[in-house]
């Protein structure tokens, strides 16, 4: 079928030549280490070009296509290499196919009774084909991302696509921080990322910078409204610390874990309360909430967790079980001890701004007077309220006393009387720390003093938390 005198030449010319060819290697290199051929082909080899076959010849060491020859008469068509008395279509007769700038309609030429593609037809500035038409192109101002299933183009490595179709570089000013999955770097010399704006700071924005200290914990047998496990006793914690000067809000925890399990702003009777603490949250999920904080400022994590959202499970890492924990680098719920020091801000009283009245412990009707600056509880509302909106303590924590009760690290234990250093709970069991009282209480519950616990796979409308930092 392939024109036989052609072959035979090639062969016998091939065959007095000292250079060597084959279908994994084409190329022809002199024997002494002349120049490799700039465009080769297998000796021997035949393609087809429209119904004309070339044949690949060897000339001066190196494969080159013939010059196209017609099929004979007999076998006018040619397919894969080969002169054939029959032709194949390419297509189906008013076929249209996209092809490089534009598209292709399928057709019979003329002279020819096959049916094959015919020249391209270029599509109009500020066009593209799509399914053989040429139509608007929605990448003609874009540079990536897609758009009506069309691909505008890809960003290079370590730059992102924004919403108008443009590659930015999402680490230009920043120093440390994960943006859109890109590593911007990580701080150094004890300094901390601030992941909203990607800056290395001394602390955290939005956290108040507590120094190590001594203190009583707990409450003497003469305080007003106390209860049995408050236990008078000497702690003294080793290490500086940072403490959220809110309570996680809404915005933030959905910012972050891309969802709200918060009861008010979420319920058809409730409007929206993006500033409000995020409540109705598990311990688990308030862990891995701060496991989330960690790894976005670029820390480790405290706490091992497995799942998602409300069906989140975590527990303590073992490199940071018992007091290790306060060496933890990264985000974690604050120790008990941790969290009656901040409240106290270094004051003996039962409000961190005074005494309570002995005759108000469960009133609820009338609000008192010490109690109605500081704190939403059960005489000032019925609800949940945005955070920071009474006055702080003297180290500008908020809502210390009220609004949400707060998960704390420890497992629940009973009260020491002894000195201590550093506590951190129990080894374990089956209800951990929350501490500072909701919306819902009596006076009595948002003592300084004042301890309660819950089972972590709960949540309620008043249980929230803050997270803490080793320093």
Not at 41 to 70: A, F, M, N, R
Not at 71 to 89: F, L, Q, V
Not at 101 to 126: E, T, Y
Not at 374 to 394: E, F, G, L, M, R
């Amino acid at each position: 079928m392939v024109h036989s005198r052609l072959v035979q030449i090639t062969l016998a010319v091939f065959a007095l030549t000292l250079y060597a060819c084959t279908e994994r290697n084409p190329t022809y290199i002199a024997e002494d280490g002349g120049t490799t051929c700039s465009d080769p082909c297998v000796v021997g080899k035949t393609t087809c070009l429209g119904d004309q076959i070339q044949l690949c010849q060897l000339i001066e060491g190196c494969g080159h296509w013939s010059d196209p020859q017609p099929c004979p008469p007999d076998e006018p068509y040619c397919s894969e290499g080969a002169c054939s008395s029959t032709c194949e279509d390419e297509c189906e007769e008013g076929e249209r196919r996209c092809f490089g700038l534009g598209f292709q309609r399928c057709g019979q030429a003329d002279s020819d009774p096959c049916r094959d593609w015919g020249p391209v037809i270029v599509c109009d500035a500020g066009e593209r084909c799509a399914e053989g038409i040429c139509v608007a192109d929605p990448c003609e101002e874009r540079e990536c991302g897609v758009v009506d299933g069309a691909s505008c183009g890809e960003c290079g490595v370590g730059w992102l696509c924004n919403t108008e179709g443009r590659c930015y570089d999402p680490c230009e000013g920043k120093e440390c921080g994960i943006f859109g999955e890109v590593s911007c770097g990580k701080c150094t010399n004890g300094t901390l990322c601030q992941p909203s704006t990607g800056t290395c700071t001394n602390g955290t924005e939005g956290y108040a910078q507590i120094e190590a200290g001594t203190f009583q914990m707990g409450s003497p047998a003469s305080e007003s409204c106390r209860d049995s496990a408050e236990a008078q006793h000497h702690v003294t914690l080793t290490n500086a610390f940072e403490l959220q000067r809110t309570e996680v809000t809404q915005a933030q925890f959905e910012a972050l874990m891309a969802y709200n399990p918060s009861n008010f702003g979420q319920s058809a009777e409730s409007a929206d309360c993006t500033d409000c603490p995020v409540e109705t949250v598990s311990w688990h999920e308030a862990a891995a909430y701060c496991n989330a904080l960690s790894a976005q400022a670029g820390l480790s994590t405290c706490y091992q967790c497995s799942g998602s959202n409300v069906s989140v499970l975590c527990d303590v890492k073992s490199a940071f079980a018992g007091a290790t924990i306060y060496n933890c680098p990264g985000y974690r719920l604050p120790t008990e001890a941790e969290w009656e020091y901040a409240y106290r801000a270094g004051t003996m009283t039962p409000y961190y701004n005074g005494t309570n009245d002995s005759t108000m412990c469960n009133e609820c009707s009338s609000i008192e007077a010490k109690l109605g600056s500081i704190a939403w509880y059960c005489a000032n509302t019925d609800t949940v309220h945005s955070v920071a909106q009474k006055t702080p303590n003297a180290w500008g924590l908020h809502d210390m006393a009220g609004n949400v009760w707060e998960w704390c690290h420890d497992w629940y234990d009973t009260t020491s009387t002894g000195r201590m250093t550093d506590p951190a709970g129990a080894a374990t069991g089956t209800t951990r720390v929350v501490r500072g009282a909701g919306w819902a209480n009596e006076p009595h519950y948002l003592r300084a003093a004042l301890r309660d616990y819950e089972e972590p796979a709960k949540g309620y409308t008043d249980l929230g938390f803050r997270c803490a930092r080793g320093k």
